[in-house]
């Protein structure tokens, strides 16, 4: 038994898929097979349930990998902690962010993070408020940059900034006349969505005071994958939508056919924050990234100290 057998083991259970967790773990599925297959033999059991068009773990299975979990978890304890106490500021550390935040804060800090701490290696990873939360309790990410508060006692968090949210409706829209925007015209609006999954979504909602339910007309209808493609379909007149303020800095602001409006809605914003694991040891990395962000904002947002 070895380390990396119990990495092909975690791999396996969490995508049920063979294929996939070889791919995960960069080497061929019939190296990932047969190493799994040695150390079911080793012990004596099974841990996967195999079919021609399915994966289920076994109930011993789901045992041992509670103990390969933990085993995995203090083997990268011991390399962060050794690595932090020769240079906490050097070497990769694994950051993810949700999309409606990466793709515009990110150009801001690369090269300044790149330029102050040399040494540090940034990977970086996009994905939904749900997955990174599960990526870092899974260690698979060191930290994550979110817009909503995490609610597990064994995350911590560190606020960066509060991001206003800007109204952005078609140029021809019954409200580009009108010169203060209201909590009820939110509530009125012909709303656009991204598609589930994605944190905005729920945000918007709550700001706009409405529900699923309450949704109306074609709007109703049109879910979004990205907060590009959303944009486009209020261009193209299908409705309106509320856009994070660091999206303001993106081409759409102009010859897009959108009116872009500022608020003056109490609660019309969102927290940005840094979320990472209380076990995290290298916790200056956190901090030394969250001055690299609050160092590089616009005036858009209200940085948090």
């Known amino acids: 038994m070895n380390l990396r057998d119990l990495k092909y083991l975690i791999a396996v259970a969490e995508t049920l898929h063979f294929g996939k967790a070889a791919e995960r773990c960069y080497v061929s599925q019939p190296t990932l097979s047969g190493q799994l ?20 773990i076994t109930p011993i299975g789901e045992m041992v990998l509670q103990h390969a979990k ?38 801001l800090i690369l090269m300044p993070l790149r330029k102050q701490y040399p040494k540090l290696k940034l990977i970086l990873q996009e994905e939904t408020t749900d997955n990174l939360i599960q990526h870092l309790r899974d260690h698979r990410l060191d930290i994550a940059i979110l817009g909503t508060p995490v609610t597990e006692q064994e995350l911590a968090e560190l606020p960066l900034f509060d991001e206003p949210f800007w109204l952005a409706h078609p140029s021809d829209h019954e409200l580009y006349t009108k010169d203060e925007i209201t909590r009820k015209d939110l509530s009125n609006l012909d709303l656009l969505l991204l598609a589930d999954g994605h944190c905005l979504a729920r945000q918007v909602m709550d700001v706009c005071r409405v529900s699923e339910d309450g949704l109306m007309g074609d709007a109703a209808d049109l879910r979004a994958a990205s907060l590009e493609t959303l944009l486009q379909l209020v261009g193209a007149g299908y409705g309106s939508t509320l856009v994070p303020a660091l999206a303001m800095t993106g081409s759409w602001t102009t010859g897009s056919g959108i009116i872009a409006r500022k608020l003056d809605v109490k609660d019309a914003y969102r927290t940005v924050r840094l979320v990472y694991r209380r076990s995290f040891p290298r916790v200056s990395a956190v901090e030394a990234l969250a001055e690299v962000i609050r160092g590089r904002l616009p005036n858009t947002v209200k940085k948090v100290s």
């Open 70 to 107: 933990l085993i995995i978890e203090q083997v990268d304890a011991i390399v962060q902690i050794a690595q932090a106490h020769n240079d906490p500021l050097a070497g990769p550390i694994r950051v993810g962010a949700i999309p409606t935040i990466s793709p515009y804060l990110m150009p």
């Open 37 to 56: 297959k040695k150390l079911e033999d080793e012990l004596g059991v099974s841990f996967f349930e195999r079919t021609n068009r399915s994966v289920a």
